[in-house]
């Protein structure tokens, strides 16, 4: 016969209380996941200040990309005119 096994459940520890913290929390029914999306004044000043505070980085990368996609343009049908006759 199997010996009888004796399973032990420990009970769930709560988390700590930290002195002079207070944790707040929404019900799901007051939680507007979309509520941002309606409102196209902020929508538009997010958007501006994404676009501030990040044009110095992107502006290189933008304008070599550019001219790439050009250069490619033009050398691809620089060959074709020579290829074609």
Do not use: C
């Not at 007051?30 to 004044?41: A, I, T």
């Not at 997010?46 to 990368?61: C, L, Q, T, W």
């Amino acid at each position: 016969m199997l010996a009888a096994t004796r399973v032990v459940r420990m009970a769930a520890k709560a988390p700590p209380k930290v002195r002079g913290q207070v944790e707040r929390s929404i019900s799901p029914y007051e939680q507007s996941l979309f509520g941002d999306l309606m409102d196209v004044p902020l929508l538009l000043t997010k958007a501006r200040r994404k676009v501030e505070d990040n044009f110095i980085s992107v502006v290189p990368g933008v304008l070599m990309f550019a001219g790439t996609v050009t250069w490619g343009n033009w050398y691809h049908e620089k060959l074709a005119r020579e290829q074609r006759y």
